[in-house]
């Protein structure tokens, strides 16, 4: 048996090298998978394990950490019992967990999808399907960052400092759900607004993005001069490729869902960037902000632009 005093770092090291959702599984909590990146134990008021087993946090409680503080916390163990059992643990003896998706698939070179002729199908499903700004979206096309393929797919475009599109993002307007980043993208690149605030707008979405801006221009809010990203999902690499080259920016508001991943991911930001950047959040009162969209213009009754209303010529194929 150890003893306090003969932990060495190696020790604690080993100790937090367990995966949190093995060692949970092994002791026979129900984990429940709730999306690629995190994991959930229900009953026990917000629960979550991150996928790669690294961290947890119970939200209720205001509690988290690692394997170590998981033991203390559900087990009511102290420190040295902890250690103790977690040092008794081989990997071997947990069972296997799928790793969480990479943020880089570097399996091949990304090639774009063709595109149409037409942007018809996407204005169609932009503007009138999801609500968004005519104007707003053309703004992206405009600027080579949302397309048509000649699947009648929506593809949103991340562009590296050389302007070589390295992330793509497609998602489909029919009735069928569709979506995918495509084979060889690399989400350190983020769909993107560049703003000149010292303010960076977080999103898992360039749909999301979009309808924020959207209803900016509903309020009537002036100035809206933020930066702003969109994830594509949750991943860490466009956040910090994208404060890296903005050094301007100080402060980071987080508009992920309103789900249990958009909560724990937005923790999990909390804690990594807390030391770099004030950061708050803002929590949209559906599961997302194009819900909010649809939501207000429905309740003001406004007529949304159709897209009857925008010719092919107002937007030069690219």
């Known amino acids: 048996m150890y003893k306090e005093k003969r932990f060495t770092d190696q020790h604690i090291n080993q100790a937090n090298s367990i995966n949190i959702v093995s060692l949970a599984m092994s002791r026979g909590y129900d984990v429940i998978k709730i999306s690629p990146r995190s994991y959930k134990i229900p009953h026990f008021g917000g629960l979550y394990l991150k996928a790669d087993g690294t961290k947890w946090n119970w939200f209720t409680r205001g509690k988290g950490g690692g394997p170590i503080q998981f033991l203390m916390q559900l087990e009511n163990k102290t420190w040295v019992e902890s250690m103790n059992e977690l040092l008794g643990i081989t990997h071997d003896e947990l069972p296997y967990i799928e790793p969480p998706p990479k943020d880089a ?29 005519s104007k707003v979206v053309q703004e992206f096309v405009k600027n080579k960052q949302l397309y048509e393929d000649i699947k009648r797919n929506c593809v949103f475009v991340g562009y590296d400092d050389n302007n070589t599109p390295k992330y793509v993002s497609q998602r489909g307007t029919g009735y069928k759900k569709f979506r995918k980043d495509l084979w060889g993208s690399d989400k350190t690149y ?114 949304k632009n159709s897209i009857e209303e925008i010719t092919h010529d107002e937007v030069e194929v690219i």
């Open 105 to 133: 698939d570097v399996k091949g070179e990304l090639v774009l999808p063709k595109k149409n002729e037409t942007y018809k199908h996407i204005f169609a499903y932009l503007i009138n399907n999801r609500k968004i700004d």
């Open 190 to 303: 983020p769909f993107h607004r560049r703003g000149t605030s010292d303010t960076l707008l977080i999103f898992e979405s360039p749909i999301d993005l979009m309808s924020y801006i959207s209803l900016s221009k509903l309020y009537d809010i002036k100035d809206f001069n933020y930066h702003m990203i969109s994830m594509g999902g949750t991943a860490y690499l466009p956040i910090d490729y994208y404060t890296n080259k903005y050094k301007d920016i100080k402060k980071m508001i987080l508009c992920l869902d309103n789900d249990e991943e958009g909560h724990f991911f937005s923790q999990l930001i909390r804690e990594k960037y807390r030391d770099r950047f004030d950061i708050s959040r803002h929590v949209p009162i559906d599961k997302d902000f194009n819900d909010d969209l649809k939501t207000h213009l429905k309740e003001l009754e406004v007529p």
